[in-house]
């Protein structure tokens, strides 16, 4: 069983409560209150600037040119069309690009922070949740995607063959990094692991007010 698996097996009870969460399931019905959704939006921008220099980091530090050269592709689609995205859907909804944060979010950009200092393997465990957990709840074999375009292209960005090969190149890498480390290392990696999946969870509560 690989490093990933391991982990997201330990984790799953949160796991699954962030993939089945009231926001996955009312963005997916087409019911998602829109300040909610503008709410959701505003903040998750917020990690834009982050996840861009922990992808970057990711660059400079893998030790392979392929995986260095995928990495790469994969920040510019972040800087381009997702971001494009949130310029578009937050304009649409009157959103702010600034607004004040939530302390998921604070925790969360904190994360990516200290994971970015650390090194490949931890840059690849907070990765991993951050893009693993989204194609776990964007994929719903079946479901119709609702005909709200806000919702419906969040939902397509983080899913389908492009994005699920991107995971999966994602969790090879931290496989891979992992049986590289010692025991105290692969813990610290872990730990890293475990809040990001905590502070998944914590994020789509903080969405609705009370």
């Given at each position: 069983m690989g490093f990933s698996v391991q982990l997201r097996e330990s984790t799953a009870a949160t796991w699954d409560a962030a993939v089945g969460h009231r926001f996955v399931d009312e963005l997916w019905s087409g019911s998602l209150d829109r300040g909610v959704l503008r709410h959701y939006l505003e903040q998750d921008l917020q990690f834009v600037d982050s996840f861009l220099a922990l992808l970057g980091a990711a660059v400079a530090t893998a030790d392979r040119p392929g995986p260095r050269v995928r990495l790469a592709r994969q920040l510019g689609l972040v800087a381009g069309p997702e971001n494009d995205y949130f310029e578009r859907s937050l304009g649409e909804l009157d959103g702010h690009t600034e607004p004040e944060r939530t302390a998921p979010t604070v925790g969360f950009v904190d994360l990516m922070?200290?994971?970015?200092?650390?090194?490949?393997?931890?840059?690849?465990?907070?990765?991993?949740?951050?893009?693993?957990?989204?194609?776990?709840?964007?994929?719903?074999?079946?479901?119709?995607t609702p005909d709200d375009r806000i919702s419906r292209e969040w939902i397509e960005l983080h899913r389908g063959v492009e994005f699920e090969e991107?995971?999966?190149?994602?969790?090879?890498?931290?496989?891979?990094?992992?049986?590289?480390?010692?025991?105290?290392h692969r813990e610290r990696v872990a730990a890293l692991f475990v809040r990001a999946v905590d502070l998944e969870l914590a994020f789509f509560d903080a969405t609705y007010p009370g």
């Open positions: 922070d200290e994971a970015r200092d650390a090194g490949y393997a931890e840059t690849l465990a907070v990765l991993v949740v951050a893009e693993w957990l989204y194609l776990d709840w964007a994929t719903r074999p079946g479901a119709i991107w995971v999966a190149f994602l969790r090879d890498e931290l496989d891979r990094a992992a049986d590289r480390l010692d025991p105290t």
